[in-house]
């Protein structure tokens, strides 16, 4: 039995196949996203936050994210 791998955090590559936006545009909201919810930089931003923020749907999101 195979076990489906899926990632939790997302990545500026993420955003940018999810809104067609260019990789520097998406990598500017994400780091919007961590200075609104008030995290460091260091620290990831999850699929769902992304989501929540963006009020997108995480079913419409999953199958964008790659590996």
């Known amino acids: 039995m195979k076990i489906e ?3 939790i955090c997302i990545y500026p590559k ?9 990789y ?5 909201l994400l780091q919007k996203i ?7 930089e260091n620290e990831f931003v ?3 936050e992304f989501c929540n923020y963006t ?3 995480i079913e ?3 199958p964008l994210i790659v590996g």
């Open 46 to 48: 999850s699929v769902e």
């Open 34 to 40: 961590r200075t609104d919810l008030k995290k460091l």
């Open 14 to 22: 993420d955003i940018q196949r999810i809104t067609g936006k260019s």
């Open 60 to 62: 419409q999101v999953e």
């Open 24 to 28: 520097r545009q998406s990598a500017r």
């Open 55 to 57: 009020s997108l749907k």
């Open 5 to 7: 791998k899926k990632r």
